[in-house]
């Protein structure tokens, strides 16, 4: 019994401790804006980190970032836009030159997009709110501002 509680210790001492910084999801208190932020978060891994990594970062001069891109932060619009439609051609963002094509994500559902966009603008200091599928639905209709 003495040696199981050594290692029980040893292990809880050296396994990795999550913080809130780690966990971005623990400052959403709107129940409805966290079940689709949960679910976005997921999509976003799966389809999105990749590049953009998933905390958000990028990938040094080739993908912008999304954590604190005043790109990103200036239109949910145009971010709903580029995740169906991709996106070619020069940008800045946080005064850095990106010129890399984002591919387009035509499978992803109004719902999906919606479930992503949730996640994305309430981490990172954000407090958008849910953005419903009505909304992307109207977003993907026009065609934003580059």
């Given at each position: 019994?003495r040696k ?95 010129n890399q ?46």
């Open positions: 019994m199981f509680l050594i290692i029980l210790l040893f292990a809880s001492a050296c396994s990795p401790k999550s913080t809130n910084e780690d966990n971005v999801l623990v400052h959403i208190e709107d129940p409805e804006v966290m079940k689709y932020a949960v679910d976005g978060k997921t999509i976003y891994e799966n389809h999105c980190g990749n590049c953009h990594q998933n905390d958000g970062t990028g990938v040094g001069n080739l993908i912008p970032p999304l954590r604190d891109a005043d790109y990103f932060q200036a239109s949910v619009h145009r971010t709903v836009w580029i995740m169906k439609h991709g996106l070619e051609g020069e940008i800045t963002v946080n005064g850095q030159i990106y094509p984002m591919p387009a994500n035509p499978k992803l559902t109004p719902l999906e997009i919606a479930q992503i966009s949730t996640y994305l603008y309430n981490i990172w200091g954000m407090n958008e709110g849910k953005i419903t599928s009505k909304e992307v639905e109207n977003y993907l209709q026009q065609k934003p501002d580059f």
